[in-house]
Nanobody, 114 residues
Framework: QVQLVESGGGLVQAGGSLRLSCVAS????????MGWYRQAPGNQRESVAS???????NYADSVKGRFTISRDNAKNTVYLQMNRLKPEDTAVYYC????????WGQGTQVTVSS
């Protein structure tokens, strides 16, 4: 069993930055692809970014060039650096595994004011 705990959300003005962190329990973290989803009110949950155990990354078109995903396997942690934030980035952000195990964090709120 893997537990995921996110932190780093908050309120920021448009153009600002936030860094989300997700700490995972369990020994399989370093083996699996991890990433971030988000869900805004009234919208479906969407994939934001993911990273393989070897460090290969994938991003949604809407965040390319602004967000950076990274991981530290020694710390069982995955990060999402979010720069040049826009009001449309406002959502609950969820850390999750992208390897099909079904592990999800509880979510952290990101609010970007205009």
């Amino acid at each position: 069993q893997v537990q995921l705990v996110e932190s780093g959300g908050g309120l920021v003005q448009a153009g600002g930055s936030l860094r989300l962190s997700c700490v995972a329990s369990g020994n399989i973290f370093r083996l699996i692809r991890m990433g971030w989803y988000r869900q805004a009110p009234g919208n479906q949950r969407e994939s934001v970014a993911s990273i393989t155990s070897g460090g290969s990354t994938n991003y949604a078109d809407s965040v390319k060039g602004r967000f950076t995903i990274s991981r530290d396997n020694a710390k069982n942690t995955v990060y999402l650096q979010m720069n040049r934030l826009k009001p449309e980035d406002t959502a609950v952000y969820y850390c999750a595994d992208y390897s099909g195990y079904g592990y999800w964090g509880q979510g952290t709120q990101v609010t970007v004011s205009s």
